[in-house]
T-cell receptor, first 115, second 110 residues
Framework: DAGVIQSPRHEVTEMGQEVTLRCKPI?????LFWYRQTMMRGLELLIY????????DSGMPEDRFSAKMPNASFSTLKIQPSEPRDSAVYFC?????????????FGPGTRLTVL | DAKTTQPNSMESNEEEPVHLPCNHS???????IHWYRQLPSQGPEYVIH???SNVNNRMASLAIAEDRKSSTLILHRATLRDAAVYYC???????????FGKGTTLSVSS
């Protein structure tokens, strides 16, 4: 398997623009996670899905952020409008199961810069 | 999920063993201890996990204290490629997402 695939790897945009980040999880994994990493806050969970259904979006910072999973092999994280404080590395991860024994597999991340 | 405490940074020389400690005094009986690491400019990757007994895999060993209030990740022979941030994370039976702390930044010198 190719692992978790994210695109684009780098995104530079201007404040106010819409940004869409994409993720393809490992085939057969039922759980998909979006994390954000900044120097100030470290790695933090934004939202996760189980079988394409959003389960916990309590980490989504504001209404400007939205995430969808239209099918088992694709998810998007959208920021509209983007702001400079959204600059961060966004990671997508997937796992086969939940619970104490689950192992999450992370993608390479998308480095977002909002000017 | 219970909280973990790790040193901010550690240094090692290449080819030497590295012992990365983690304290988790409030661990519950069903929490598993997971270790992930994040190499520079990459996403986190799974290293190892355990419950009570010591565990070994091709990447590392995990030594768990008898009272489970602490654990140690052991890299038997550090290489330059092992320079990374190492995260110790507890996961309960109901746990789903990973809760990352600041981790330990390991530097390896040749």
């Amino acid at each position: 398997d190719a692992g978790v695939i994210q695109s684009p790897r780098h995104e530079v945009t201007e404040m106010g623009q819409e940004v869409t980040l994409r993720c393809k999880p490992i085939s057969g994994h039922d759980y998909l996670f979006w994390y954000r990493q900044t120097m100030m806050r470290g790695l933090e969970l934004l939202i996760y899905f189980n079988n394409n259904v959003p389960i916990d979006d309590s980490g989504m910072p504001e209404d400007r952020f939205s995430a969808k999973m239209p099918n088992a092999s694709f998810s998007t994280l959208k920021i509209q409008p983007s702001e400079p404080r959204d600059s961060a590395v966004y990671f997508c991860a997937s796992s086969l199961r939940r619970g104490a024994l689950d192992t999450q597999y992370f993608g390479p991340g998308t480095r977002l810069t909002v000017l | 999920d219970a909280k973990t405490t790790q040193p901010n940074s550690m240094e090692s020389n290449e080819e030497e063993p590295v012992h990365l400690p983690c304290n988790h005094s409030t661990i519950s009986g069903t929490d598993y201890i997971h270790w992930y690491r994040q190499l520079p400019s990459q996403g986190p990757e799974y290293v190892i996990h355990g419950l009570t007994s010591n565990v070994n895999n091709r990447m590392a060993s995990l030594a768990i204290a008898e009272d489970r209030k602490s654990s140690t990740l052991i890299l038997h022979r550090a290489t330059l490629r092992d320079a990374a941030v190492y995260y110790c994370i507890l996961k309960g039976q109901a746990g789903t997402a990973l809760i990352f702390g600041k981790g330990t930044t390991l530097s390896v010198s040749s």
